[in-house]
């Protein structure tokens, strides 16, 4: 099965600084999978990943994928409270539909 | 239109009651799910659908009924739940991962249920 980890666990933050997350697969990943999560509501996608190497960015936010396409890593430039928020990894468990979380990293941002 | 509409927001319902949740989309996805989340964990899959028919099924209670009506809908019937299957509900939907992975999910803002 595919098990996905992330670190931190959680993370508090000042206003402005930079920040990375992590995400760690036991098996080689074939999609991976960034969202973003306010408490108690929906998910928001941020960026998907697929080749080994490639890095998305978008505002603030970069991704990036290993080239053994194993890690992820999310890393957020000159944070803002707008940014904080639960951020989790998924990736695909199987092939086709059996799509799977990582637990999840709490991020509080400071004024 | 990019959304998924989840109702209702939020539901209190006892263990004895028979309640819905539902959720639709206008994206001409053919694959809708539903997750559940506990406070402080993430979402675990319950139920995929695929063009309308059941294609997963993580061992849910049978308590839990899904149904998918048409390709735009999706209903999660609840019928004798316990205090401990108060969660997040979440609905999803994505272009059709029975044929592909690579496809991003579109989430709901889910229902929040609480049982007594």
Known sequence: ?111 | DTEVTQTPKHLVMGMTNKKSLKCEQHMGHRAMYWYKQKAKKPPELMFVYSYEKLSINESVPSRFSPECPNSSLLNLHLHALQPEDSALYLCASSQDRGRSTNEKLFFGSGTQLSVL
Request: proline letters at 4%.
């Open chain 1, 1 to 111: 099965s595919q098990e996905l980890e992330q670190s931190p666990q959680s993370l508090i933050v000042q206003e402005g600084k930079n920040l990375t997350i992590n995400c760690t697969s036991s098996k080689t990943l074939y999609g991976l999978y960034w969202y973003k999560q306010k408490y108690g509501e929906g998910l928001i996608f941020l960026m998907m990943l697929q080749k080994g190497g490639e890095e998305k960015s978008h505002e603030k936010i970069t991704a990036k994928l290993d080239e053994k396409k194993q890690q992820s890593s999310l890393h957020i430039t000159a944070s803002q409270p707008s940014h904080a928020g639960i951020y989790l990894c998924g990736a695909d468990k199987n092939y086709g539909q059996n799509f799977v979380f990582g637990p999840g990293t709490r991020l509080s941002v400071l004024p």
